[in-house]
């Protein structure tokens, strides 16, 4: 493991002084770009180490005690420990956030609980599977994601005609669970053409103040 950026002094956030969170992550794991992506949006101080996948480095004693699943990310906030990229936006609104990221009404949790499933469910298994095809050559049936990716985007485009983002007229952690891999889908081989609202709604979270973007790949559609 490898530190890819200094940390950040001590900050103050929302009075309290906040020493840089510790996060595990990999440049091209979109997992990982969902909270790196919310820590800016936060204006959290960060310090990114960078785990050497390809080397097998999530695999080390050192990482395992941190997440034994060996996987990216996870975060270590002044002791606290987190691993999988929902709870950890789940973590960072309730800690951090302003209260429109996590909705404390029953119907707002429960549109963004539903969105958090899709990022766990179809997204994972329809664009992120894809381009884990392309990018990373998983051995995995492509075509079927693409066809999930394809059902899942015909749903949530259709939902997005009405709002701007997914639980209403605020960004919440919905947005930054879903965004990376349905923004980086083409690098799968999934098209986002036929997607009005889709496009439009990936734009809106590209224009929040403080939003960074995940490297991308030319791979899939954007191979040339």
């Known amino acids: 493991m490898s530190v890819a950026s200094k940390p950040a002094s001590v900050a103050p956030v929302a009075g309290k002084l906040v020493a ?30 960078d785990v050497d ?21 996870v975060i270590d906030d002044g002791g606290t420990v987190l691993a999988d990229s929902n709870a950890i936006l789940v973590y ?55 066809r999930t990716a394809a059902k899942l985007l015909d749903v949530i485009d259709r939902e997005l005609a009405g709002k701007p983002f997914a639980a209403g007229a605020e960004p ?19 098209s986002l053409e036929p997607y009005p609202h889709v496009r439009a709604w990936l734009a809106r979270v590209e224009a929040l103040p403080g939003f960074v973007g995940m490297p991308t790949t030319r791979a899939g559609l954007l191979a040339a």
């Not at 794991?29 to 101080?45: D, E, M, N, Q, T």
């Open 92 to 146: 960072l609104a309730k800690r951090y956030g302003d209260a429109h990221w996590l909705p404390d009404d029953p119907a707002g949790a429960a549109v963004v609980q539903r969105w958090l499933s899709y990022a766990a469910g179809p997204i994972a298994s329809g664009p992120a599977a894809a381009r884990l095809v392309t990018v990373f050559g998983a051995p995995l049936d492509q075509e079927a994601a693409k």
């Open 20 to 49: 840089p969170i510790r996060v595990y992550s990999f440049p091209l794991s979109g997992h990982a770009h969902r909270v790196r992506l919310f820590l800016s949006l936060l204006g959290l101080p960060s310090e990114t180490i």
């Open 172 to 190: 919440t952690i919905a947005d930054i669970a879903a965004y990376t891999y349905i923004a980086h889908a083409p690098e799968g081989g999934v």
């Open 53 to 73: 996948l390809a080397a097998g480095a999530q695999r080390e004693p050192a990482f395992l005690a941190l997440n034994p699943l060996g996987q990216v990310p």
